[in-house]
């Protein structure tokens, strides 16, 4: 059984920054692909970004580009993703998941974790 438990999520202001983290446990973290993915209401939920089980490839959503950074520390089986220059638009509740490659499809992650709110005011 794979349990996901996201924090960092809160309420900032548009141009400021967070970090979110995702603590793993229950499976070899270290081989996985992980991702973040969020979800705005009434809408669909979007890929953000992934970062391979080394941490040496990344993958991001043009509407972050430039602006997030993922990352991991296998040592610790947590993922992070570093969030600056937020927009309202990066409002959502933001999931991290875990998968066997990196892809943009929601479905192809095999768990995920309960999800954290990002709220960025304009």
């Known amino acids: 059984q794979v349990q996901l438990v996201e924090s960092g999520g809160g309420l900032v202001q548009a141009g400021g920054s967070l970090r979110l983290a995702c603590a793993a446990s229950?499976?070899?973290?270290?081989?996985?692909?992980m991702a973040w993915f969020r979800q705005a209401p009434w809408k669909e939920r979007e890929f953000v970004a992934a970062v391979n089980w080394s941490g040496d490839f990344t993958y991001y959503a043009d509407a972050v580009k430039g602006r997030f950074t993922i990352s991991r520390d296998n040592a610790k089986n947590t993922v992070y993703l570093q969030m600056s220059s937020l927009k309202p638009e990066d409002t959502a509740v933001y999931y991290c998941a875990v998968g066997d490659v990196i892809v943009k499809v929601a479905a192809r992650y095999l768990y995920w974790g309960q999800g954290t709110q990002v709220t960025v005011s304009s």
């Open positions: 229950g499976r070899t973290f270290s081989s996985s692909a």
